[in-house]
């Protein structure tokens, strides 16, 4: 019997991309501390000061809690945005017996008119590491697919296959993406991935 692998952890933060990188690292601080208050006590938290410790501050761009004009039921700014899809995550899943929310902290400063500033939260490596744990088209092709079957499919094939939107794979392949999810562990590790996807360090 083999012990079960220990999972890499990172916290995330999401702040202004229009303060200083010293204000943008400050503001990241204010919300780890405040992700300690409210969650200090928890497996995950305690794990990550024991044993990983690493920060990783992005870009969340604009800080703006009025609504668009353009998408109904967003916010103007696209920090308050991942704010606001966070909480709406949570709640889609809060009855799942087996659901585990979001863990986040988020941080309003006074001297900037109370404008939200950072929010945070600490994931594990399914979030972040693609090459243990690949995307699902990518899962398709290199873990459930024979190697001889993917040497001989026409290259163009693939390429048409991973040009295919999540969803239209997923209803595709709906035996592998139940699996695939679970290899991932669960919808919030999928929410996490698709949060930080291509958002550039701050």
């Given at each position: ?12 933060f999401?702040?202004p991309?229009?303060?200083s990188?010293?204000q ?19 497996p ?17 761009g ?66 972040f590491?693609y ?18 079957a ?49 958002k550039?360090?701050?």
């Amino acid at each position: 019997m083999t012990a079960e692998k220990t999972l890499e952890l990172r916290m995330y933060f999401f702040v202004p991309y229009n303060i200083s990188p010293i204000q943008q690292a400050i503001q990241a601080g204010h919300a780890a501390l405040e992700y300690a208050h409210l969650n200090g006590g928890t497996p995950l938290f305690k794990d990550f000061v024991k044993n990983w410790k690493t920060w990783i501050i992005l870009n969340g761009g604009t800080t703006n809690n009025k609504m668009s004009d353009v998408v109904e039921n967003e916010f103007a700014g696209t920090l308050n945005q991942l704010k606001s899809d966070i909480i709406r995550f949570n709640f889609q899943y809060r009855n799942d017996d087996d659901f585990v929310p979001i863990e986040y902290a988020d941080f309003y400063e006074p001297d900037l008119n109370d404008a939200l500033t950072a929010v945070c939260f600490i994931c594990d490596e399914r979030v972040f590491n693609y090459k243990d744990y690949p995307d699902f088209v990518d899962w398709i092709l290199n873990v459930k697919m024979y190697p001889e079957a993917r040497d001989a499919t026409p290259a163009e094939n693939i390429v048409l296959l991973k040009m295919q939107s999540d969803e239209a794979l997923q209803e595709q392949f709906p035996e592998y993406y139940i699996e695939w999810v679970t290899f991932m562990g669960g919808e919030k590790n999928i929410f996490l991935r698709d949060l930080i996807r291509g958002k550039k360090l701050a």
